[in-house]
């Protein structure tokens, strides 16, 4: 049997674990609703900012309080927002757990036939909910503590609210312990968007399957291809100055005709005449604008090739030696021992 609760009103619980259900009908133009849940202690506060369970923290740490992706009810126009508590796993120094709601864009004023529904999360599927409180006449604000469950005797109770705050969820928050920025909250983190997923059938509405979170997966990137490995660059080897100058052996030896110097080679035997290169004709430099020509020296003779066999190359010329310094007149022996005094 389902306890219809007014304002204010309370009613003992048995149940080890509970589902806090908040329904609205999702009209054309009408505010998004999310709820949270705050665990307090005896003082009244929060211990840390852990305790508070919402969209953008939907479970707390020790697991006991989980809030659920938002169901759109089967056949209606209704979105339910659903937190579960483990009432008899709760620590010890928890004695309320406050169960809120907040709206935007707007207020409260703009949603239609909210309702706070409190189910046996361990029923059977269908199993009518425990307690309704139809939540009405509310105040123009956006921030609203519908309803609550706290420690009376040793079990727990369940109390009908209906407070509202007009300084939003973050003055509700900041009154319980929790530090909070809501510009800077909302402005970081976007509202989900309600999961289009439809829920039982009014009347016949049984424990939800939670739906976790689909991880993200990261994008694939491909590997960047490791760099090829390029040679260095190797400077030309410049030429010997003696081998430009000297022509290579000839493929046949050359024959002299006779009477003759060997001047012109004769084709050998059944070998055609072989093409001798033509002589190397060194470059003047051009005198400079404005300037004379330098001096430019003497060519040295080239050696002449011996019969089938190159020239050998000529020694370099070595600098020459540098003049020894001037003696020093002031120059004198050092003191010598006796050893060395003439007798």
Known sequence: MTHVMAKGANISLTAAAVRAVLRWNAAAGAPDVDASALLLGPGGKV???????????????????RHLPKQRVHGTEEIADTIEVDLA?????????VLAGSAEPGTFRGVGSLRVLLYDAGAAGGAEPLAEFPVREVEP???????????????????AVGQGYASGLGG??????????EDEEEAAEPRPAPVQQPAPAPGAEGPATPVPPQPSRPPTVAP????????PATPPTPAPAVAAATPPPPA????TGYGYPNSQPLPGYGYPNPQQPPPHQP?????????????QPHPQPQPQATYGYPAAPQPQPQPPMPPAPPLDPNFAMPPQGPQFQPR
């Open 283 to 295: 470059t003047q430099p051009q005198a400079a604008y404005g300037y004379p020509q330098s001096m």
């Open 172 to 181: 509700l928050a900041t009154d319980f312990g929790i530090t909070v920025d």
């Open 141 to 159: 604000v956006s921030a609203l503590v519908c309803a609550e469950l706290y420690r009376r005797d040793g079990g727990w109770k369940f109390r």
């Open 47 to 65: 211990r840390s900012d852990a305790d508070f369970v919402f969209y953008n923290q939907p479970r707390h740490p020790s697991g006991v309080v």
């Open 252 to 255: 046949n030896p050359p024959a």
């Open 89 to 97: 796993k709760l620590p010890v120094e928890i004695d309320r757990v």
């Open 224 to 231: 960047a291809a490791p760099p090829v490995p390029t040679a």
